[in-house]
């Protein structure tokens, strides 16, 4: 069964730019969480999707933004970009109903100018 | 929110020996999940073992066991004749369960793993 995909792998954009990451669940799996990571501020939660609706939202900006597509398919995007939004962007899926089984992706690195 | 605490940013171990890294957690709730989750360099996170709060019984997985202590909210991971394959970041997390907020997971900061053959 093929992994969690996330696609770009690496990304350098300029601050005021916006950019769009996609994340492929594994077949199956209906549920895919976002998570940000950075070296001074650990792995943080930023959204969960489930069927298409977004279930929780972690404590972060309206910049950040994201959906499910009907294939469960997530995209998450960022508009105006600052350098402070440089990190590695995780993707997690799970069936949803035994959601603790989370599956993560290898990430997108994301390097803001 | 809910918050998990790492004290040990980096630690080491001589292969084959065993070594225990340590989360605390804060929470009201008496339903829960941990976890611990190990990211190698450069490699996908996975998952290591969960403990279901409810549940007294310390979860095993092989050469992986936790001390689960629910009163003083301490869920420390064991890792016993370690390997080299075990150097890693080590996150401990913590869900309250679809129920109540989803997947929505809290991680502690991660603690460096080295293994010294």
Redesign the interface.
């Known amino acids: 069964k093929a992994g969690v995909t996330q696609t770009p792998r690496y990304l350098i954009k300029t601050r005021g730019q916006q950019v769009t990451l996609s994340c492929s669940p594994i077949s199956g799996h209906r549920s895919v969480s976002w998570y940000q990571q950075t070296p001074g501020q650990g792995l943080q939660f930023l959204f969960e999707y489930f069927s298409e609706t977004q279930r929780n939202k972690g404590n972060f900006p309206g910049r950040f933004s994201g959906r499910q597509f009907s294939n469960s398919r997530s995209e998450m995007n960022v508009s105006t970009l600052e350098l402070g939004d440089s990190a590695l962007y995780l993707c997690a899926s799970s069936r949803g109903r035994d959601f603790y089984e989370q599956y993560f992706g290898p990430g997108t690195r994301l390097t803001v100018t | 929110?809910q918050t998990v605490t790492q004290s040990q940013p980096e630690m080491s171990v001589q292969e084959a020996e065993t070594v225990t890294l340590s989360c605390t957690y804060d929470t009201s709730e008496s339903d829960y999940?941990l976890?611990w989750?190990k990211q190698p360099p450069s490699?996908?996170?996975?998952?290591v073992i969960?403990q279901e709060a409810y549940k007294q019984q310390n979860a095993t997985e092989n050469r992986f066991s936790v001390n689960f202590q629910k009163a003083a909210k301490s869920f420390s991971l064991k890792i016993s004749d370690s390997q080299l394959g075990d150097a890693a970041m080590y996150?401990c997390?913590y869900?309250e369960?679809?129920e109540n907020?989803?997947?929505?997971?809290?991680?502690?900061?991660?603690t460096s793993l080295t293994v010294i053959p």
């Not at chain 2, 490699?43 to 998952?47: A, G, K």
């Not at chain 2, 907020?101 to 991660?110: H, M, P, V």
Request: glycine share 16%; hydrophobic share 35%; no cysteine.
């Open positions: 929110a999940y976890f989750y490699r996908q996170m996975i998952l969960r996150f997390a869900n369960g679809p907020t989803g997947n929505q997971f809290y991680f502690g900061t991660g």
